[in-house]
C-alpha cells in the first residue's frame, strides 16, 4: 500500500512563489506516471502537472510558465515549484500516483494541501 503526503501550501500574495512536495512511502511499484491535481470550490477536480516514469512532463495550458513539476527518484518525493501565483490558481492541491496492474489503473491519491492566493 502506497502513502502521499503533501505539504507546502499556504496564503501567498498574487505574484508570489510556493512549493509543493508530495513525499511516497510503502510499496511503490509498477508506477507510471505522477501528478499534481488541484480542486476549486465548486469547480472539478483538474490536472495541474504530470510527470511520467520515463520523465514525460505534461502542463496544463493554465499554468504553463509559471508552475514545473519534477520529481527526486532517491527520495521518492515530488514537487510542483509554482511562480508567480494568481488569484484563480487558489484550490486544494492533490498528489497522484497512477499504476497499472493486469491492464487496469490504479490511483492513489494524498490528502491534499490548500494554496491561497489573495488579491
Known amino acids: 500500500q502506497v502513502q502521499l503526503v503533501e505539504s507546502g501550501g499556504g496564503l501567498v500574495q498574487t505574484g508570489g512563489s510556493l512549493r509543493l512536495s508530495c513525499a511516497a512511502s510503502?510499496?511503490?511499484?509498477?508506477?507510471?506516471?505522477m501528478a499534481w491535481y488541484r480542486q476549486a470550490p465548486g469547480k472539478e477536480r483538474e490536472l495541474v502537472a504530470r510527470i511520467s516514469n520515463i520523465g514525460s512532463i505534461k502542463h496544463a495550458d493554465s499554468v504553463k510558465g509559471r508552475f514545473t513539476i519534477s520529481r527526486d527518484n532517491a527520495k521518492n518525493t515530488l514537487y510542483l515549484q509554482m511562480n508567480s501565483l494568481k488569484p484563480e490558481d487558489t484550490a486544494v492541491y492533490y498528489c497522484?500516483?497512477?499504476?497499472?496492474?493486469?491492464?487496469?489503473?490504479?490511483?492513489?491519491w494524498g490528502q491534499g494541501t490548500q494554496v491561497t492566493v489573495s488579491s
Open positions: 510503502g510499496s511503490i511499484f509498477s508506477v507510471n506516471a
Open positions: 497522484n500516483l497512477e499504476t497499472w496492474l493486469g491492464g487496469r489503473r490504479y490511483d492513489t
